[in-house]
């Protein structure tokens, strides 16, 4: 017989898709955890046949969370607490982190047990700049709502990641593309199954070619960086020195402006000298 678990909160991610890609460790903490906390207990019920054991399982979801997690909280001293999603890694656009944070406050252990992740998996396969990303999860659906997250985001020098559903994808991508300008992006569904895809375009002819009807299934969508800003003019940098100078002095403000405006600094002490006489 396995040997128990350690009481505390087990953070387990599962498969996306492809049931194989279920780590031999979080099946381990599946088969022996005392409780499995489930997104949906069906969905969770399907992966423990794939494993071959049965544990006790609780929901545990948006609509239920103020009410189940303290009774959890409780238990964690006693217990090994298994907390699983539908599918990939906890947490991430999923319920979970107040589980977490309370777990920690009233001292018990928390332990994550790392795997497949839908937003990671994606910029793998969309062949955008991955040095630097942003995850945004689900747009609002209203479209004001989704317009102002999508200014909120636009100036961030990263890779955007999307979470998007197929009935709502034309309509995000179109967004996306005022919103952000007609960026190098990709729509990535079915992550690790069968029909896995990733169409890469920019953000118009995504737009145009979903605008009937978005696919099947799980999707993100991968949005590229904006490009390099164009160089200040030298309007722009007269502008910023004039106010810079009326605060600070000429070396300062040729630095502070330097800075902001990525323009030589000694051309600009000169010119803010120059401004000064």
Same mark, same amino acid.
């Given at each position: 017989m396995n040997a128990s678990l350690e009481p505390g909160l087990y953070i387990v991610a599962t498969p996306i898709g492809n049931l194989g890609d279920l780590s031999p460790r979080a099946a381990d903490i599946l088969s022996r955890a005392d409780l499995i906390a489930a997104e949906d207990t069906?969905?969770?019920?399907?992966?423990?046949?794939?494993?071959?054991?049965?544990?006790?399982?609780?929901?545990?979801?948006?609509?239920?969370?103020?009410?189940? *997690?303290?009774?959890?909280?409780?238990? #964690?001293? !006693?217990? =090994?607490? +298994?907390?699983?999603?539908?599918?990939?890694?906890?947490?991430?656009?999923?319920?979970?982190?107040?589980?977490?944070?309370?777990?920690?406050?009233?001292?018990?252990?928390?332990?994550?047990?790392?795997?497949?992740?839908?937003?990671?998996?994606?910029?793998?396969?969309?062949?955008?700049?991955?040095? *630097?990303?942003?995850?945004?999860?689900? #747009?609002? !659906?209203? =479209?004001? +709502?989704?317009?102002?997250?999508?200014?909120?985001?636009?100036?961030?020098?990263?890779?955007?990641v999307f979470y998007e559903s197929g009935p709502r994808l034309g309509a995000t991508l179109a967004a996306l593309a005022e919103g952000l300008g007609d960026r190098e992006a990709a729509v990535t569904r079915e992550i690790s199954k069968k029909f896995e895809e990733a169409v890469t375009g920019t953000l118009s002819t995504l737009a145009e070619r979903y605008a009937e009807a978005g696919p099947k299934g799980e999707i993100v969508v991968v949005v590229a960086p904006p490009g390099a800003p164009a160089p200040a003019s030298a309007e722009d940098a007269d502008a910023a020195l004039r106010e810079a100078l009326a605060r600070l002095p000429a070396s300062k403000a040729a630095g502070e402006v330097a800075r902001r405006l990525g323009l030589d600094r000694r051309e600009l002490y000169a010119r803010a000298l120059a401004m000064k006489a």
């Open positions: 069906r969905v969770t019920a399907g992966l423990l046949r794939h494993i071959g054991v049965k544990r006790p399982m609780t929901p545990y979801h948006d609509h239920n969370a103020d009410a189940v *997690r303290p009774g959890l909280v409780a238990r #964690l001293g !006693s217990e =090994a607490i +298994a907390l699983v999603s539908d599918a990939g890694t906890p947490l991430i656009s999923d319920p979970g982190f107040k589980l977490v944070r309370d777990a920690r406050a009233a001292g018990h252990a928390v332990v994550t047990i790392p795997g497949p992740c839908a937003a990671i998996a994606a910029l793998t396969l969309a062949g955008l700049p991955t040095d *630097r990303f942003l995850f945004a999860g689900f #747009l609002p !659906s209203k =479209a004001q +709502a989704r317009a102002e997250a999508i200014a909120e985001v636009a100036a961030i020098r990263a890779t955007l």
